[in-house]
């Protein structure tokens, strides 16, 4: 199985930056994408910026956060971050990491972003 931890989060002005982290552990071999999620109360689960685990990094955006977030991860491909700039209210959410490997979808236990204005 595979394990994630998501480190960063907390609160931060209309504007701000912060930087989410996500460690995995386990069977981190069978990873092959990663990525970040988001959802507030009453709506789905969002996708917000996933990247491949392999050869050329690719990695893809939701409309709303293209420009403003960059995600990328560690040579050793087992952490991965999600830069987050010129925050607004509407990025407040809990935010999850995510990993697919060959054995399924896999979640941390969230963590809160909040921008106040």
């Known amino acids: 199985q595979v394990q994630l931890v998501e480190f960063g989060g907390g609160l931060v002005q209309t504007g701000g930056s912060l930087r989410l982290s996500c460690q995995a552990s386990?069977?981190?071999?069978?990873?092959?994408?990663m990525g970040w999620y988001r959802q507030v109360p009453g709506s789905q689960r969002e996708l917000v910026a996933g990247?491949?685990?392999?050869?050329?990094?690719?990695?893809t955006y939701a409309d709303s956060v293209k420009g403003r977030f960059t995600i990328s991860r560690d040579t050793a491909g087992n952490r991965v971050y999600l830069q987050m700039n010129s925050l607004k209210p509407e990025d407040t959410a809990l935010y999850y990491c995510?990993?697919?490997?060959?054995?399924?979808?896999?979640w941390g236990q969230g963590t809160q972003v909040t921008v106040s204005s």
């Open positions: 386990g069977k981190i071999f069978s990873i092959h994408v």
């Open positions: 990247i491949s685990v392999g050869i050329g990094n690719s990695t």
């Open positions: 995510h990993a697919r490997s060959y054995n399924g979808d896999h």
